[in-house]
C-alpha cells in the first residue's frame, strides 16, 4: 500500500483476483483472462496493472490450487483463509480522489462489497461517499477562484460539468448507502 493506506495498482489486480476466486474457484487460465478483461475494460490496458502473476498469489498462500499444480496444469484455484484476510484488508482501503487507478479499485469494491458484512458494506459506502464530497469541495473551491474571470473562462465550463458529475454521483451513494 502507499503510505496514505492507498492501494497501489498491483494492490488493485489482487483485489480483482481474489474478488474473483472468493466469488468462486476458478481455473488459472479463466481467472487470468478475467482479470485482465474486467481491470482493460474499467481502466484501460496499462501495462504496470497487468505485471502481476496470477502465480504469485499461490506463492503467498492467499489461493491454493486444487486437483494439479497450478499455472502449469490449469488447476482450479481457490481462496485461502490467508486470501480471504488479504482480500477483507483490500476491500476496505481508502481511496484516492480522482485518479484512474481510484476509478478501478471503485469497481472494484462495487463488484466484490457483497463479500464483506453489511456494517463494512455501509462503512465502504460512507468511504466513498466522503471521497466523493472532498472532492466536489475541492472543486467548489477551485470554482470559487476563477468566478470573476467573466463567461470567456472555459475552465469555469469544464468545472460545473465535473461538479455536476460529482453532485449526481453523491446523490446516487447517498441512496445507495440507505439501501444498504
Not at 115 to 128: F, G, N, S, T, W
Amino acid at each position: 500500500m502507499f503510505t496514505d493506506n492507498t492501494l497501489t495498482p498491483k494492490e488493485a489486480v489482487r483485489l480483482c483476483a481474489l474478488g474473483m476466486i472468493a466469488r468462486q474457484s476458478t481455473r488459472y487460465s479463466e481467472l487470468a483472462g478475467s482479470v485482465r478483461h474486467f481491470i482493460s475494460r474499467v481502466a484501460g490496458p496499462q501495462i504496470d496493472l497487468m505485471g502481476m502473476s496470477i502465480e504469485l498469489l499461490r506463492y503467498e498462500g492467499l489461493v491454493e490450487a486444487i486437483g494439479g499444480e497450478g499455472m502449469e496444469d490449469d488447476a482450479q484455484l481457490t481462496i485461502t483463509e490467508a486470501g480471504s484476510r488479504e482480500l477483507h484488508t483490500l476491500l476496505t482501503a481508502r481511496l484516492r480522489p480522482g485518479t484512474d487507478l481510484s476509478k478501478l479499485i471503485i469497481a472494484l469494491k462495487m463488484r466484490f462489497l457483497d463479500l464483506l458484512d453489511v456494517k463494512e458494506q455501509q462503512a465502504q459506502a460512507d468511504l466513498l461517499l466522503e471521497m466523493v464530497e472532498s472532492e466536489l469541495a475541492r472543486l467548489l473551491d477551485l470554482r470559487g477562484a476563477f468566478a470573476g474571470d467573466g463567461d470567456g473562462c472555459h475552465l469555469i465550463d469544464w468545472l460545473d460539468h465535473d461538479i455536476e458529475t460529482l453532485e449526481t454521483r453523491l446523490s446516487w451513494l447517498e441512496a445507495f448507502r440507505t439501501r444498504l
